[in-house]
């Protein structure tokens, strides 16, 4: 787990919103860029696979919004929940896109894009790294606020429960008695 993010120029939390916001960004390039596509492609020149290739980047990049609209709340919230949709996210994308470069690379035979796409997988698997350190900290501090909670509770304190309790009874059998 990370301490801190961009080797340790930022909090986990500002490295998470940094990135949020360019994911974000890209995204949202990414859908208005799949939609000007669709709406102008011809239905009469254009190949039915390709009509559903720019579809289904559509439907992904839209979900990568979301996703990336939920890390920045959840950081801004410090909701855990909220930033593990990303998480689980952007873990799908960097699979997806191991899976592309190996599929890439047996398919052009080069050793360049082999090695482009280490290099392009690993910074996507440290950006990953980032904010899933960051999901695990704002559990931690969630944890940690319950722990608190619960040593500050009267029900953890079960003598002072009981005695509470024992004066709670002979409070109420002396009122019976009048």
Same mark, same amino acid.
């Given at each position: 787990?990370?301490?801190?993010?961009?080797?340790?120029?930022?909090? #986990?939390?500002? $490295?998470?919103?940094?990135?949020?916001?360019?994911?974000? +960004?890209?995204?949202?390039?990414?859908?208005?860029? @799949?939609?000007?596509?669709?709406?102008?492609?011809?239905?009469?020149?254009?190949?039915? $696979?390709?009509?559903? $290739?720019?579809?289904?980047?559509?439907?992904? %990049?839209?979900?990568? #919004?979301?996703?990336?609209?939920?890390?920045?709340? $959840? &950081?801004?919230?410090?909701?855990?929940?909220?930033?593990?949709? !990303?998480?689980?996210?952007?873990?799908?994308?960097?699979?997806?896109?191991?899976?592309?470069?190996? &599929?890439? *690379?047996?398919?052009?035979?080069?050793?360049?894009?082999?090695? &482009?796409?280490?290099?392009?997988?690993?910074?996507?698997?440290?950006?990953? +790294?980032?904010?899933?350190?960051? @999901?695990?900290?704002?559990? /931690?501090?969630?944890?940690?606020?319950?722990?608190?909670?619960? /040593? *500050?509770?009267? +029900?953890?304190?079960?003598? /002072?429960?009981?005695?509470?309790?024992?004066? /709670?009874?002979?409070?109420?059998? %002396?009122?019976? !008695?009048?």
């Amino acid at each position: 787990m990370l301490k801190t993010a961009f080797c340790g120029c930022c909090s #986990l939390r500002t $490295g998470s919103v940094v990135l949020g916001v360019l994911w974000l +960004l890209t995204d949202l390039g990414q859908v208005i860029t @799949y939609s000007i596509d669709l709406a102008t492609m011809d239905e009469e020149d254009t190949d039915k $696979g390709e009509r559903l $290739g720019f579809f289904v980047g559509l439907c992904i %990049s839209l979900l990568h #919004l979301v996703g990336n609209i939920l890390l920045l709340l $959840g &950081a801004d919230k410090g909701k855990s929940q909220w930033v593990k949709y !990303a998480v689980m996210n952007h873990f799908v994308s960097l699979v997806m896109a191991v899976i592309s470069v190996i &599929a890439l *690379t047996l398919f052009y035979m080069r050793v360049t894009v082999l090695f &482009a796409g280490l290099i392009v997988t690993a910074i996507a698997g440290y950006c990953w +790294l980032i904010i899933y350190s960051f @999901y695990w900290q704002l559990i /931690e501090v969630a944890m940690t606020e319950t722990h608190t909670q619960l /040593e *500050t509770s009267s +029900l953890t304190k079960p003598t /002072e429960y009981r005695k509470n309790l024992v004066d /709670e009874d002979k409070q109420s059998t %002396s009122n019976l !008695a009048y």
